[in-house]
């Protein structure tokens, strides 16, 4: 993941910029007088793919690359029983 540092004040001004590019894929450092205080990056699970979100771990070291490289399927959608419906809809209400 690319990464860009700006200044709070620069990053006030420029927000709406800073977001598109946050959303194709760059991180943003924010910084006060020149230290890093803040960090905008894309949310994660909500723009992108299963195969990106785990480059981008590869990239930053959480994970590592396999060395047999496999297309991932799509996930298995189990069917919920009445308990696990029941579970959803407490939590849900929290």
Request: hydrophobic share 30%; net charge positive; proline share 5%.
């Amino acid at each position: 993941m690319k990464k860009n540092y700006i200044g709070i004040r620069e990053a006030r001004i420029n927000l709406s910029k800073l977001i598109r590019d946050v959303r194709g894929g760059m991180e943003i450092i924010i910084t006060d007088r020149g230290t890093p205080v803040a960090r905008l990056i894309p949310a994660e699970g909500l723009s992108l793919s299963l195969e990106e979100r785990i480059k981008n771990y590869e990239c930053c070291g959480l994970i590592e690359p396999s060395s047999q490289r496999k297309k991932l399927g799509s996930p298995v959608q189990l069917p919920l029983n009445q308990s696990d419906r029941s579970n959803l809809e407490e939590n849900s209400n929290d």
